[in-house]
C-alpha cells in the first residue's frame, strides 16, 4: 500500500465524499467530518490532510501534487484505478540509485506520484 509520508496537506475538491473514499481506498487513511473539511489521518490518528469541498473544479493539472512512497507499485497502480483514478504515467526509472515512480490522477484531475525503490514484481 502506497504510504502517506508528505506532510500535512489540503486538497480542494467538488464532491469531499468521492474524494475521501479514493484516498481512503488508495492511501489507507482514515476520513472524518473535521469543521467544514473532511479531515484525513492515518490508521493510528495522525492527521495528514484535509479534503475542503468548492464549487469549480480545480484547473487541468491539480491544486497539488505530492508524491508518496510505495511498498508495492503495481499494486497501488491497480488501487488508483479500481478507486476511479488514472495511471498517466507507468512505473518508470528515476535511477538506480533513487528507484522507480509513476504519476497518476485522483477522479477530479489532481494528479499526485508514487514512488518505490522496489523493482517490479512479477505478474
Known sequence: MASPTVGFWELRVTDAETAAAFYTRVLGLVATPWEDQVLLSTPDGAPVGAI???????????????TFDSDDLEADLAAVEAAGGTVTLPRSL????????????????????????NPARDA
Not at 94 to 100: D, V
Open 52 to 66: 475542503e469541498q468548492v464549487a469549480e473544479a480545480p484547473p487541468p493539472d491539480g491544486f497539488f501534487r505530492p
Open 94 to 117: 528515476i535511477s538506480e540509485e533513487y528507484g522507480w515512480w509513476a504519476a497518476v490522477t485522483d477522479p477530479f484531475g489532481n494528479r499526485l506520484q508514487l514512488s518505490t525503490s
